[in-house]
């Protein structure tokens, strides 16, 4: 299935300009050649409850499941941050206890001066999530820095009710699907266990076959689009 046509993910009222200008400005990113100086990174975010096994479980074994116990343990919560470069088949995911303002910086901070360090500008496609810009950068560091860190980026904002448009999304269903489908006790081996998933999707190269257009987008959600006479 189309990723944008996925169920259950929003779609906006109809004749919604708003949400049709951020539309067509995130598709014409994603139509951008692969760009070393340039690069085109999609973000996003999610958190997990962190269980812990009352019983331990007793792995599979020839002709018999892997069992555990109904009762768990509940020990807080973990947030994960993902980046996702798609033309280059690579992300990264950080693991922190919070997800605040300083917390989004630090990760930004982090992929700037690490595998972003001799890029000119990162091209960054996120949500609207309010610590998500760069007033977060001047909550979390002084101005200069802030300052340098907010010119290495040019941000692109999916819409309100346009989640779906952010590969990252994407990319965290896969995670949940091939990592989280199960207890994790804490943040360590939650770490752990993301690093060893990125590490195994980046030696793929796998990637994201994003076929929407802006021309296909203006036929197949015509009713998104304020109308008007001709």
């Keep these: 299935m189309k990723p944008w046509l996925k169920k259950g993910w929003c779609i906006p009222p109809q004749q919604d300009a ?3 200008a951020c539309l067509e400005d995130v598709l014409a990113v994603y139509h951008r050649p692969l760009d070393g100086r340039r690069p085109v990174v999609c973000m996003d975010e999610t958190n997990r409850q962190l269980i812990g096994e009352v019983r331990p479980p ?3 074994r020839p002709g018999r499941a892997a069992r555990y116990d109904g009762e768990y343990v509940r020990r807080g919560t973990a947030n994960l941050f993902l980046a996702f470069e798609p033309l280059a088949g690579w992300r990264e995911v950080a ?3 919070r997800r605040t303002r300083t917390d989004w910086a630090e990760f930004m901070r982090a992929l700037l001066d690490g595998r972003y360090r001799d890029a000119e500008q990162v091209v960054l496609v996120m949500d609207q999530l309010n610590t998500h810009g760069v007033a977060s950068f001047y909550e979390a560091f002084a101005p200069a820095e802030a300052r340098r860190l907010a010119e290495r980026l040019e941000i692109h904002h999916t819409p309100k009710h346009g989640s779906w448009l ?3 999304e994407i990319e965290l269903s896969v995670l949940e699907r091939q990592c989280l489908n199960r207890r994790i ?3 360590e081996t ?3 266990e993301t690093a060893a998933w990125s ?3 980046n030696e793929a190269g796998a990637r994201i076959d994003w076929r929407l257009t802006t021309d296909q987008a203006r036929i197949k959600l015509k ?4 109308s008007f006479a001709v």
Excluded: H
């Design 18 to 20: 708003a949400f049709v």
């Design 58 to 60: 007793k792995s599979a």
């Design 95 to 97: 693991v922190t206890e």
């Design 166 to 168: 952010n590969m990252a």
């Design 185 to 187: 006790a804490d943040a």
């Design 190 to 192: 939650l770490g752990r």
């Design 199 to 201: 590490r195994r999707r």
């Design 223 to 226: 009713k998104l689009y304020p």
